[in-house]
């Protein structure tokens, strides 16, 4: 197996998944708010409330442009790049794709267009509908790519055919309801409304900081930092329960995020501060905080968490159940209908630890003839580089918990300060602006750069999961890319920029003009014949 | 769960199957029109309002149309994990630059009108124009290339290995066959296009839609009928030998595969699938006929007639073929050995019937809100909301 085409495939792949993960969150959390604006419009029928509606809903659109034509890239990147993973996983990982088109994307795209295009077209809570539609949609997608993440991380649902050398489900709600899926969903989605609010926040701060577009920005902060404040509080729970279902799912990424080397009686200290050692196995300089490791991990005092060596000496020990799994695959592959039932049941007993055999393919092509030295090192091969986890993860969770403080902060003075809000809070929104991107790539980093070295976790090693492509094939695709995303990125940037700056002044026009006329058609419909407004 | 055993696997392959088709005809009559406007553009829109009506009548569907792509990629997943794992990674530098197209088109769509330059408006036409004709094009080749067999092969752990060095994997699909093939999905997609501009828009642009639609029919009905003369005389075909299961699991390695003399040998076994061509070269002419009178509702019928006709009529000829391989016919993909599992091809069918009836409903519902012509008064009155 050629080493080189793993990496270059992983770099392409976590090259275009975090590009497109720039978008992805703010179209999110940008969709929602946009809708409550429009809520509050119909509502209230004032004209203020459109024109937030027209302006953020433009910085929606833009960004969503990009958000979709990236995330094209992602859906058949995994055939492209990742065949085997789609031969081998397809049976259960499809399903959720093919689900995320039918019930998610097809909503909020054909509705997406009525949304910009439909002002004229529809009633005031027709709009509005269409508009919640989009956001629903866009979220419902989420909800899918995260099941079918949340598979990768903790494949419930499944198990291996020798007949079609694959994974095949096994029970479609186990996979839907797959704990960890769900924990990912509400986290990730709340992140998305935790940068919509900021980037909402952020924007409108530097409208007050300029003394424009006053009322506008006022009543953007304040819609912000509500949904802001409830959606960074829900991010740093349904973390803490990510954590939790990593404890019964994925022990490596969770000892390799905490540094815990050993396995330390119950309940585990948190170490909120310390340098990871990786040759020396220690960490050095740490700082423990006692029993809070062992309280998120496990809800309990008395359960203890294993730690980095003890999951190494189990990985040996199923690297080793895993060959003779594979031993008696071999076995039945052949003989298929005919297969000595002894055999059968000797796979059937050792199937679980099928992947960990598996990882002795990038030393050998037969695992059965793998030597002790070997096996030690492909155990080693399960321990994920501790520092980037353990650094990446902590620069997270302050994050997270800046964003709480952040909106906390907006919210009471919005609340009780009469929409005052003092120039140095202003200034710290709008440097706020890059940090919820930042948070939402290293929390990705963290799951899937965790989970290595596998795609899906025990199941199959990402070293085996690639297409047989030539270097130079992917070379070009990653080069393509890395150029066009760049380009890409420059024009939208500079068109979000152009837009922020020129503000929310055509929206007050067209409001204006737009209330008229639409108060004319509802008008004039009365007395003309049905059929001259369809739409209505 | 026990449920799934109430239709039989091989029912659900071929309902499978059949949905596959279901999809691409989908993504072409609806996605196809949008391509069909792309590579169009330059030759039906003059100044830049023509341009802003040729773009603003696909403007607000492009969106929802595209997902019919994105589903069928998806759908290829869940349903024929093989087939998705093969295709895509073995035409991975055409897949490259498919998807280039469809990442560049949102973009051009969304930015082309957002700033008044004259030299960033004309660069984002172009892009509407290669990101409209490119796929069209490619699209075809890759059907060619299947019909003619890809050169692949299975390992015992069903691992993919294609035959030939990179650039010869890439090069190589443009055979004279293929290329035919692709000039008759680009003509029948500007075909399409030219019936949905002359339904959508007035004027110069209606007129020039008129033409070149007109022109692109005949030329879609001409390549498609060389192409079948060629499939009977020069291309072979793929047969399954010895005993087999259509019930059984999902493994390649487990039929025989031969080569054949040509394809054209199941219209003597299934003589009822000649429906298909006939079809698809009636709503050619028919469509030819329309644009030439000015029909323009049923002009838009008989094109998405032709699109029927034409892809169906591949999948009706190959089956139960899905992608033959050229190199090792026993790795051939076929409906009845490279779908998902029983319990997944079920599930999917399940949300299919409820979701597929939903969005289709709701995708009519928009079509008729926006029912109606663009005007170049349209693009200048809403000059900051439209395209």
Same mark, same amino acid.
């Given at each position: 197996m050629d080493f080189g085409i793993v990496e270059l495939s992983r770099l392409q792949f976590a090259v275009t998944v975090m590009y497109h993960f720039l978008f992805v969150p703010l179209t999110l959390g940008l969709s929602i708010l946009v809708a409550i604006m429009e809520t509050v419009y119909v509502m209230t029928n004032r004209p203020i409330w459109r024109q937030m509606t027209k302006f953020w809903g433009l910085l929606f659109g833009i960004n969503f442009a990009l958000g979709v034509a990236t995330g094209i890239t992602m859906e058949f990147q995994f055939g492209m790049n990742w065949s085997y993973f789609s031969h081998y996983v397809g049976d259960i990982f499809g399903a959720p794709? =093919?689900?995320?088109?039918?019930? =998610?994307?097809?909503?909020?795209?054909?509705?997406?267009?009525?949304?910009?295009?439909?002002?004229?077209?529809?009633?005031?809570?027709?709009?509005?509908?269409?508009?919640?539609?989009?956001?629903?949609?866009?979220?419902?997608?989420?909800?899918?790519?995260? !099941?079918?993440?949340?598979?990768?991380?903790?494949?419930?649902?499944?198990?291996?055919?020798?007949?079609?050398?694959?994974?095949?489900?096994?029970?479609?709600?186990?996979?839907?309801?797959?704990?960890?899926?769900?924990?990912?969903?509400?986290?990730?989605?709340?992140?998305?409304?935790?940068?919509?609010?900021?980037?909402?926040?952020?924007?409108? $701060?530097?409208?007050?900081?300029?003394?424009?577009?006053?009322?506008? $920005?006022?009543?953007?902060?304040?819609? =912000?930092?509500?949904?802001?404040?409830?959606?960074?509080?829900?991010?740093?729970?349904?973390?803490?329960?990510?954590?939790?279902? =990593?404890?019964?799912?994925?022990?490596?990424?969770?000892?390799?995020?905490?540094?815990?080397?050993?396995?330390?009686?119950?309940?585990?200290?948190?170490?909120?501060?310390?340098?990871?050692?990786?040759? /020396?196995?220690?960490?050095?300089?740490?700082?423990?905080?006692?029993?809070?490791?062992?309280? !998120?991990?496990?809800?309990?005092?008395?359960?203890?968490?294993?730690?980095?060596?003890?999951?190494?000496?189990? $990985?040996?020990?199923?690297?080793?159940?895993?060959?003779?799994?594979?031993?008696?695959l071999m076995h039945v592959r052949e003989e298929r209908e005919n297969a000595d039932p002894a055999e059968t049941a000797r796979f059937e007993a050792h199937s679980a630890d099928l992947g960990f055999a598996y990882l002795l393919k990038k030393y050998v092509d037969d695992p059965r003839e793998a030597t002790p030295e070997q096996i030690v090192q492909a155990a080693n091969d399960t321990i994920p580089t501790v520092w980037p986890l353990f650094w990446s993860f902590r620069i997270m969770v302050a994050l997270g918990f800046g964003f709480i403080a952040t909106m906390a902060y907006f919210f009471w003075c919005a609340s009780f300060k009469g929409m005052n809000f003092p120039r140095p809070a202003l200034h710290l929104a709008v440097w706020m602006i890059p940090?919820?991107?930042?948070?939402?790539?290293?929390?990705?980093?963290?799951?899937?750069?965790?989970?290595?070295p596998w795609t899906v976790d025990g199941v199959l090693p990402t070293a085996m999961s690639v297409s047989a492509l030539s270097m130079t094939e992917v070379a070009i695709t990653l080069a393509g890319f890395v150029i066009f995303y760049t380009v890409l990125f420059v024009i939208e940037m500079g068109l979000m920029l152009k837009y922020i700056r020129k503000g929310p002044f055509q929206d007050v026009e067209e409001t204006d003009a737009w209330v008229a006329r639409h108060t004319e058609r509802l008008a004039g419909r009365r007395n003309a014949d049905a059929t001259a407004m369809p739409a209505e | 769960m026990i449920l799934h055993t109430l239709i039989d696997y091989e029912v659900l392959r071929v309902i499978w199957w059949g949905l596959l088709g279901v999809l691409l005809i989908g993504f072409a009559m609806t996605d196809g029109f949008d391509m069909g406007v792309g590579a169009l553009l330059p030759f039906v829109a003059k100044t830049d309002a023509e341009r802003r009506v040729a773009i603003n009548t696909v403007g607000p569907v492009w969106e929802g149309n595209q997902v019919w792509f994105i589903l069928g990629g998806g759908a290829i997943f869940a349903a024929w994990p093989p087939l998705y794992a093969v295709s895509f990674s073995g035409?991975?530098?055409?897949?490259?630059?498919?998807?280039?197209?469809?990442?560049?088109?949102?973009?051009?769509?969304?930015?082309?009108?957002?700033?008044?330059?004259?030299?960033?408006?004309?660069?984002?036409?172009?892009?509407?124009?290669?990101?409209?004709?490119?796929? /069209?094009?490619?699209?075809?080749?890759?059907?060619?290339?299947?019909?003619?067999?890809?050169?692949?092969?299975?390992?015992?752990?069903?691992?993919?290995?294609?035959?030939?060095?990179?650039?010869?994997?890439?090069?190589?699909?443009?055979?004279?066959?293929s290329l035919l093939a692709g000039v008759v999905s680009l003509s029948m997609l500007v075909m399409h296009g030219g019936a949905w501009l002359t339904l959508k828009a007035e004027g110069n642009v209606r007129d020039r839609a008129r033409r070149f639609g007109s022109i692109a029919a005949l030329v879609a009905v001409a390549a498609y009928a060389l192409a079948g003369v060629w499939m009977a005389v020069g291309i072979d075909g793929y047969r399954i030998v010895g005993?087999?299961?259509?019930?059984?699991?999902?493994?390649?390695?487990?039929?025989?595969?031969?080569?054949?003399?040509?394809?054209?040998?199941?219209?003597?076994?299934?003589?009822?699938?000649?429906?298909?061509?006939?079809?698809?070269?009636?709503?050619?002419?028919?469509?030819?006929?329309?644009?030439?009178?000015?029909?323009?509702?049923?002009?838009?019928?008989?094109?998405?007639? $032709?699109?029927?006709?034409?892809?169906?009529?591949?999948?009706?000829?190959?089956?139960p073929f899905i992608m033959p391989s050229s190199s090792d016919p026993r790795s051939s993909l076929t409906v009845w050995n490279s779908s998902s599992s029983h319990l997944t091809l079920f599930v999917m069918l399940v949300a299919t019937v409820i979701f597929l009836p939903l969005i289709l409903v709701y995708t009519a519902w928009v079509y008729k809100v926006l029912w109606g012509k663009v005007t170049e008064d349209d693009v200048t009155d809403n000059s900051h909301s439209v395209y």
């Amino acid at each position: 197996m050629d080493f080189g085409i793993v990496e270059l495939s992983r770099l392409q792949f976590a090259v275009t998944v975090m590009y497109h993960f720039l978008f992805v969150p703010l179209t999110l959390g940008l969709s929602i708010l946009v809708a409550i604006m429009e809520t509050v419009y119909v509502m209230t029928n004032r004209p203020i409330w459109r024109q937030m509606t027209k302006f953020w809903g433009l910085l929606f659109g833009i960004n969503f442009a990009l958000g979709v034509a990236t995330g094209i890239t992602m859906e058949f990147q995994f055939g492209m790049n990742w065949s085997y993973f789609s031969h081998y996983v397809g049976d259960i990982f499809g399903a959720p794709l =093919a689900l995320e088109g039918l019930m =998610a994307f097809f909503l909020e795209a054909t509705f997406v267009g009525l949304f910009f295009f439909g002002w004229d077209k529809l009633s005031k809570v027709a709009h509005l509908i269409v508009a919640w539609l989009v956001a629903i949609g866009s979220n419902f997608s989420a909800l899918w790519i995260l !099941i079918a993440n949340g598979w990768m991380q903790n494949p419930v649902g499944a198990e291996f055919n020798p007949m079609t050398m694959r994974m095949e489900m096994t029970d479609f709600f186990e996979v839907l309801f797959n704990e960890v899926a769900q924990a990912k969903f509400v986290h990730t989605v709340s992140a998305g409304y935790v940068t919509a609010s900021v980037f909402v926040l952020g924007v409108s $701060a530097w409208y007050l900081l300029r003394g424009r577009h006053i009322e506008l $920005a006022r009543r953007s902060i304040t819609v =912000a930092a509500a949904f802001g404040l409830a959606s960074a509080f829900s991010v740093v729970l349904l973390g803490d329960e990510s954590g939790y279902s =990593a404890t019964h799912s994925q022990k490596m990424k969770l000892a390799a995020i905490e540094g815990m080397w050993e396995t330390e009686p119950a309940p585990a200290a948190f170490t909120a501060f310390g340098f990871p050692d990786q040759e /020396a196995r220690e960490t050095h300089y740490a700082i423990h905080i006692p029993y809070v490791m062992g309280l !998120i991990g496990t809800r309990s005092l008395t359960t203890s968490i294993p730690g980095i060596e003890e999951l190494e000496r189990q $990985a040996e020990t199923r690297i080793r159940s895993g060959i003779i799994a594979y031993d008696a695959l071999m076995h039945v592959r052949e003989e298929r209908e005919n297969a000595d039932p002894a055999e059968t049941a000797r796979f059937e007993a050792h199937s679980a630890d099928l992947g960990f055999a598996y990882l002795l393919k990038k030393y050998v092509d037969d695992p059965r003839e793998a030597t002790p030295e070997q096996i030690v090192q492909a155990a080693n091969d399960t321990i994920p580089t501790v520092w980037p986890l353990f650094w990446s993860f902590r620069i997270m969770v302050a994050l997270g918990f800046g964003f709480i403080a952040t909106m906390a902060y907006f919210f009471w003075c919005a609340s009780f300060k009469g929409m005052n809000f003092p120039r140095p809070a202003l200034h710290l929104a709008v440097w706020m602006i890059p940090a919820p991107w930042i948070a939402a790539e290293l929390g990705w980093f963290v799951a899937e750069y965790g989970r290595q070295p596998w795609t899906v976790d025990g199941v199959l090693p990402t070293a085996m999961s690639v297409s047989a492509l030539s270097m130079t094939e992917v070379a070009i695709t990653l080069a393509g890319f890395v150029i066009f995303y760049t380009v890409l990125f420059v024009i939208e940037m500079g068109l979000m920029l152009k837009y922020i700056r020129k503000g929310p002044f055509q929206d007050v026009e067209e409001t204006d003009a737009w209330v008229a006329r639409h108060t004319e058609r509802l008008a004039g419909r009365r007395n003309a014949d049905a059929t001259a407004m369809p739409a209505e | 769960m026990i449920l799934h055993t109430l239709i039989d696997y091989e029912v659900l392959r071929v309902i499978w199957w059949g949905l596959l088709g279901v999809l691409l005809i989908g993504f072409a009559m609806t996605d196809g029109f949008d391509m069909g406007v792309g590579a169009l553009l330059p030759f039906v829109a003059k100044t830049d309002a023509e341009r802003r009506v040729a773009i603003n009548t696909v403007g607000p569907v492009w969106e929802g149309n595209q997902v019919w792509f994105i589903l069928g990629g998806g759908a290829i997943f869940a349903a024929w994990p093989p087939l998705y794992a093969v295709s895509f990674s073995g035409f991975y530098l055409a897949m490259f630059v498919i998807l280039a197209a469809f990442i560049v088109r949102p973009v051009a769509f969304k930015y082309r009108s957002k700033r008044d330059d004259v030299r960033w408006r004309t660069s984002w036409d172009w892009a509407l124009f290669a990101s409209g004709a490119i796929p /069209a094009l490619l699209f075809g080749v890759a059907v060619g290339n299947v019909i003619q067999g890809v050169p692949f092969h299975f390992t015992d752990d069903l691992h993919t290995i294609y035959e030939g060095a990179w650039y010869t994997k890439f090069i190589g699909l443009l055979d004279p066959f293929s290329l035919l093939a692709g000039v008759v999905s680009l003509s029948m997609l500007v075909m399409h296009g030219g019936a949905w501009l002359t339904l959508k828009a007035e004027g110069n642009v209606r007129d020039r839609a008129r033409r070149f639609g007109s022109i692109a029919a005949l030329v879609a009905v001409a390549a498609y009928a060389l192409a079948g003369v060629w499939m009977a005389v020069g291309i072979d075909g793929y047969r399954i030998v010895g005993d087999y299961v259509t019930g059984g699991p999902s493994n390649p390695l487990h039929f025989e595969v031969e080569k054949t003399a040509s394809w054209l040998t199941s219209y003597s076994d299934r003589p009822w699938i000649a429906i298909a061509p006939v079809l698809g070269i009636l709503g050619g002419l028919l469509t030819f006929l329309g644009l030439r009178a000015g029909r323009e509702i049923s002009t838009l019928l008989v094109s998405k007639m $032709a699109i029927l006709g034409v892809i169906s009529s591949v999948g009706l000829t190959m089956f139960p073929f899905i992608m033959p391989s050229s190199s090792d016919p026993r790795s051939s993909l076929t409906v009845w050995n490279s779908s998902s599992s029983h319990l997944t091809l079920f599930v999917m069918l399940v949300a299919t019937v409820i979701f597929l009836p939903l969005i289709l409903v709701y995708t009519a519902w928009v079509y008729k809100v926006l029912w109606g012509k663009v005007t170049e008064d349209d693009v200048t009155d809403n000059s900051h909301s439209v395209y």
